[in-house]
């Protein structure tokens, strides 16, 4: 660090010099300048649209007929539509059940290949797979098939179980393609892993902690911000999750899968009902916000905080 | 890793859409490499002096059109090659073709339209007509047919009158379907059941209940696209399902349908619900009738539309021995009817509607055309193009003819007007409350007064939307 001090002053003070004279060698305007695609595509592919749709919301809007602004008229539809409050429903039920267990998954198999051997890379990879493949649209035809009354899961079990017929069974479907989709938790699950220091786990041994008490009294504190991290970004996967449903079930049976996402898109895209599918995807904005604003409230609870 | 997906996302989307443009552009690239061939073939200095008059006027004098359309593989190729031809015979238009599954086709258009930049050739179908038209997107061609760039006179009325909206001719039938009952006579003939053109709804459910009984194969009507098979039973009863505004059905009646899947489902001949959860409602190929590996899970017959007839022959497993005949309905002749299977329209902001009009003359009404299309669309409703390919086509192909022709034209009515604005929601509405009605959470009676109300509600608002 030392050393590193005078080197840095000496970069900064000829920019200082600079700046009178030319304002494009400023840092500041360098930075700009660099981040200028972001911002541009920020702006124009985030943040315009996001202010049209906003607008849209309060509007009658076909796509096809030029918006006509009626107030608040589409978000009191959402009190009479039974499907919209399914939705609803259906929504916090998935991302509120296949969350926590994708992430008990992901710690579970995180710990599995947390011990360095020569193919511990290879598993890392494989494990990660299912999620770098599972929201595409070629694996949740598979998974419609492997869950067919004449499907895989049904021939391994022996059974005839119309899984995704019946409306008991048909969002566990979803939720287990979900839970299997565990990859990017798992990476980041061992990445913390990894940071956890040894000697907190030998020194526990001496004590005589046994593998479930270092579990409970030292892993799980110091992984704390990262499930955090992984519940919060995982649940709002949830909220948004669209192509399973899309695919596999398309609400079916019985809108006993309807997902929010799904509905909004039927609305806004099939029954051209587009005032009323953004004010939609806006109460959506103020849920996910809603919830995550939970989360961060009851981090101080539980959330680890200090150093090691 | 994130990366890795990136880039073989990348890779994907770019070798889809090298395989997009190689289909889109065929077209095109075909004309040019064909019109500089017949040059250097001719190699007269005369042919090269309009070669360079053709490629000077491209920058200036030449119409450049967009014509999208939806569809599957046979017509993309045909439409296709018909472009190529059409470019071949008029040197100076270029048309570009699009082509879609039929949910992106009108997510795209109606995303067209927002950005006022409409192809200014629009294949159409009956139940968006009304909605594009009451938005002014169309453009009347009634004028070209008064001048003659259009030739109505060999065409089916009834078709020239199911484009005809307010007076105005602003789409044009690109070819006739009608409503056809497929089944395996295999299965039929198994269950020593005869199958006669224009069945009542009674006999088709005792032949139903005959082959559960016999065979064990279940009957599939029509579910998650039950809007058309009750529309059809409704026109029996002098109505229009959905209407302008509003359910014009009585509810005892629309109970009386519902019943029909009620009983079925309770005496086990019809087709489960769950079998619907895994497949996708619509496709010919995963339709019960083809798809289905027990008596379990497939259905003897499927309710869908001539033009298909093909589709569900080339779909069909050994042994199978499909035949077409008419849906049943207690008044057969009312409520039977021949249907424009898709038209062509013009966009209002078409920049050279004349030109437009003259392809779209070209394709309903020449030869040329027509041998390359060969029917796909449906019977071309000229009548002296119909019979002239109607001679070159397949055995398969003439068995649809001759259902369209002889069977039905024969023993119909007229088709209801336009589907009006909020179909697709109405029709919504009915598959949702027929799914409870199958899955026994609701009664058939219930079930009637429902669809009125819901339907009711989504053509209402549609109506005073558009108002």
Known sequence: MGNQQPVKTAASAPVKKRKIGNPINNEKTAGYIFTLPFTFGFLMFMVVPMAISLYYAFCQYNILQPPVFIGWDNFAKMGSDAIYQKSIGVTFYFALVSTPLRLIFALFVAMLLLE????????????????????SVAVSVLWKRMWATDGTINRILGINFPWLGDTRTAIWVLIILAVWQFGSSMLIFLSALKQIPQSLYEAAMVDGANGWKRFWKITFPLLTPTIFFNLVMQLINGFLAFTQCYIITQGKPMYSTEFYTVYMYDQSFTYYNTGYGAAMAWVMVLIISAVTAVLFATKKFWVYDGGL | MSKLKRGAAAALAAAMGAGLLAGCGSSSGGTTSAASGSTTTTAASGSATTTKAASGSSSSGDTNMVFAWWGNQTRNERTSNAITKYQEQNPGVKIEGQFSEWNDYWQKLATNSAGNALPDIIQMDYQYLNQYMNTGLLYDLTEF???????TSKWNQNMINAGTMNGKLVAVCAGINAPALVYDKAITDKAGVTIK???SIDEFIEASKKIYETTGYKTNIQYGTAQEIFSYWSRADGSILFNTGKVDAKPENLAKYFKIY??????????????????????????PLVYGDNPENQSWCTFCWSNQYVAVLKAAKEGQDMQMTTWPSADPKKSDFLKPSQFFSVSASAKNPKA???????????????NILLGERGIPMNSDIA?????????????TYTFVNDVVAKNCSDINPPYPDGYTEAGKALNTILEAVCYGQ?????????LVDQGTAALAAKAAASK
């Open chain 1, 116 to 135: 360095n051997n020569k193919l511990s890379g290879f598993y890392r990879a494989t494990y990660y797979l299912p999620s770098i493949i599972g929201g």
């Open chain 2, 145 to 151: 047919t008064k001048d003659g760039t259009i030739d």
């Open chain 2, 197 to 199: 053109d224009n069945m």
């Open chain 2, 262 to 287: 009620e009983d079925g489902e309770k005496d086990g001949w019809m087709l489960s619900p769950t079998v619907f959860a895994e497949i996708t409602i619509g496709s010919v190929e995963q339709d």
């Open chain 2, 356 to 370: 437009a009009a003259a392809f779209i003359n070209w394709l309903t009404n020449s030869e040329d055309a027509n």
């Open chain 2, 387 to 399: 019979s002239k390919v109607s001679a070159q086509l397949s055995e398969n192909d003439q068995k």
């Open chain 2, 442 to 450: 609701e009664t058939a009676e219930q079930a009637g007064q429902d």
